[in-house]
């Protein structure tokens, strides 16, 4: 890919850029956060040029370029981009390659001596936010909030919810979920504040419980020297799944959300899930929970700096259609059960027979993420069967139980 970037380097300057369409990407790999790529599509071309190869080569190079520059111009202002053009501009012509994980040409043409090409190219955001930081652009580690985290955390077999600021500021050991969640926030830039700090004393009067209000929660992390608190459970629990008399499956749920400490605002929620398999309830337990928190810190570390930019992501337009007898029997506990999503919005029923319905709505996050958290919730009385996932929806079968 590097010879190709270099061959159309000179026709990169003067090439149009005629459109591009972005998609958030679904992740590269199970622990990877939901943006940390961006799936852009975009339109390349070159200026007249006799040898077609050549031609082709510094079409799809510019298209390259193209899909860097829009993956920026979504990580970043329309302040921060006007201020840092010049810099902004040398970083992506240099280093595109670096930023680009892999890509595909869908279609092309040529004319008398111009090609012209549709590319869909997958751009790693964390790589170019991090080369961004390198150079003073964007948000800087040291700008970003402090964050404390309280998280109540069940294993299998505890009777009750175990949490620091019941037991006297962190005379228990570090909960499962703790420790990854601390991991990807640090790696953002996040300074994590320690509960045993100095003011953790004047806590005695408020007596939260497991799960806090968010108002006892954004007193707490005030009184702490935070500026946002992350707050919420961690479970785990053993389901009905076996094999055999000894291996057991073990699923863990985490719910957590974000509260800015100076006013008590909810900035976002998150629920994530994972699932275990062994012999040991307590040894898989936590390592559900910690699989859970893991990937939760690293959505909620992006979203964070994200909303702390005031440059959250918009929300995309979704439709679901769904099918199955009796689907009006379980309608309702489907909709339920996208109500409970984090970043859903607008959820309404624009078509409905007996045995099919089309449901429409806003979501923060991509179809398939969506598909994936849908396939995670235990649905009573019926099961989903999702047979087809596009970037604007789904189609899912309802399966009796």
Request: charged fraction near 25%; aromatic fraction near 6%; charge should be negative.
């Amino acid at each position: 890919m590097k010879n190709l970037f270099d061959t159309g380097l000179k026709t990169i300057f003067s090439a149009g850029l005629i459109l591009v369409v972005v998609f958030s990407a679904a992740p590269v790999c199970g622990r990877a956060p939901a943006n940390e790529t961006r799936t852009v599509v975009a339109f390349g071309s070159n200026d007249p040029i006799a040898d077609t190869a050549e031609a082709k080569r510094a079409a799809v190079s510019n298209g390259l370029l193209s899909a860097v520059q829009t993956a920026a111009s979504e990580l970043l202002s329309e302040e921060e981009l006007r201020q840092d053009f010049e810099t902004l501009w040398e970083i992506l012509d240099k280093q595109r390659d670096e930023f680009i994980r892999e890509y595909r040409i869908l279609a092309e043409f040529k004319g008398e001596k111009k090609h012209y090409v549709l590319i869909r190219a997958t751009v790693s955001n964390r790589e170019l936010l991090e080369s961004l930081q390198q150079k003073g652009i964007g948000v800087l580690p040291q700008q970003m909030p402090s964050l404390l985290l309280m998280i109540a955390e069940k294993n299998i077999d505890d009777l009750g919810f175990e949490y620091w600021w019941r037991s006297g500021l962190g005379r228990f050991a570090e909960p499962a979920s703790v420790a990854p969640i601390k991991q990807a926030l640090k790696e953002k830039g996040f300074p994590v504040i320690d509960p045993s700090s100095e003011g953790a004393d004047t806590l005695e009067e408020l007596k939260p419980g497991a799960e806090p209000s968010d108002y006892e929660a954004s007193t707490i992390a005030d009184r702490l020297g935070a500026q946002l608190v992350i707050v919420g459970t961690a479970a785990a629990e053993a389901t009905a799944n076996r094999m055999g008399e000894e291996v057991r499956t073990f699923r863990a749920t985490v719910n957590l959300r974000v509260i800015n400490a100076e006013t008590g605002e909810k900035l976002t929620t998150l629920r994530e899930q994972a699932m275990t398999m062994g012999q040991d309830p307590e040894e898989l337990g936590k390592n559900a929970i910690a699989d859970a928190a893991f990937r939760a810190g690293r959505q909620l570390s992006d979203r964070i700096a994200s909303l702390w930019r005031k440059d959250s992501e918009s929300t995309e337009k979704f439709t679901i259609h769904v099918k199955g007898d009796p689907v009006l029997a379980h309608l309702e506990k489907l909709r339920n059960a996208l109500k409970q999503q984090s970043g859903l919005s607008e959820l309404r029923t624009t078509e409905m027979t007996a045995r099919s319905v089309v449901l429409s709505l806003q979501y923060r996050g991509t179809a398939q993420e969506l598909a994936d958290n849908l396939l995670m919730h235990s649905f009573k009385g019926f099961g989903v069967n999702i047979t087809d996932i596009s970037p604007k929806g789904l189609t899912m079968e309802l399966i009796p139980k």
